[in-house]
T-cell receptor
Framework: GAVVSQHPSWVICKSGTSVKIECRSL??????MFWYRQFPKQSLMLMAT?????????EQGVEKDKFLINHASLTLSTLTVTSAHPEDSSFYIC???????????????FGPGTRLTVT | GDSVTQMEGPVTLSEEAFLTINCTYT??????LFWYVQYPGEGLQLLLK?????DKGSNKGFEATYRKETTSFHLEKGSVQVSDSAVYFC???????????FGRGTSLIVHP
């Protein structure tokens, strides 16, 4: 089946530094990937849609300059948290869709998540 | 807009008990419906899905039936195990879209 990986699985950084999280589709190409943020005991919040070869689309309330997204290839999207602060500490999950059943139905494949802790 | 409502947790059960986690949805058209499971510290894994009315999705002893008349997709398992302890998310995906709408998640805790 389709596999999406994330790296790193966890990271601790100091306030004011930047952190890059990678999301890779290992056995399929993804022109679109999604980045979610999950707070403890809460559902996933869609942050942005990453588009290969073009700018990312951010959800309302998500700071574009803080959460930089680059979709460098058909198998790689990166999320960079710039000038991180403790309130950015969270669980970040990416996903990539794969069409099924003739192409009009999609399944989302999720990465294992990255736990970011900003001290 | 589209929405998914799940029963609030946590749901606490003893091993081998019967499980039901309720999920209802609001959507235009005919969405696909999914249950995802998230084990502690991990991402989401697809548990089962149904793409049209009256379809039954099943996997690992879990089942859910797409009920259009009641706009529901309740998750059931006849006999839970401690290893089923996790957070379960109900989600819908409108036809032709690839951005799912998630419920808030229901935590399941199974005691030995």
């Amino acid at each position: 089946g389709a596999v999406v990986s994330q790296h790193p699985s966890w990271v601790i950084c100091k306030s004011g530094t930047s952190v890059k999280i990678e999301c890779r589709s290992l056995d399929f190409q993804a022109t679109t990937m999604f980045w979610y943020r999950q707070f403890p005991k809460q559902s996933l919040m869609l942050m942005a849609t990453s588009n290969e070869g073009s700018k990312a689309t951010y959800e309302q309330g998500v700071e574009k300059d803080k959460f930089l997204i680059n979709h460098a290839s058909l198998t790689l999207s990166t999320l960079t948290v710039t000038s991180a602060h403790p309130e950015d500490s969270s669980f970040y999950i990416c996903s990539a869709p794969l069409p099924r059943s003739g192409g009009d139905t999609y399944e989302q494949y999720f990465g294992p998540g990255t736990r970011l802790t900003v001290t | 807009g589209d929405s998914v409502t799940q029963m609030e947790g946590p749901v606490t059960l003893s091993e081998e008990a019967f499980l039901t986690i309720n999920c209802t949805y609001t959507a235009t058209g005919y969405p696909s419906l999914f249950w995802y499971v998230q084990y502690p510290g991990e991402g989401l894994q697809l548990l089962l899905k149904a793409t049209k009315a009256d379809d039954k999705g099943s996997n690992k002893g879990f089942e859910a039936t797409y009920r259009k008349e009641t706009t529901s997709f309740h998750l059931e398992k006849g006999s839970v195990q401690v290893s089923d302890s996790a957070v379960y998310f109900c989600a819908l995906l409108p036809g032709g879209s690839y951005i799912p709408t998630f419920g808030r998640g229901t935590s399941l805790i199974v005691h030995p």
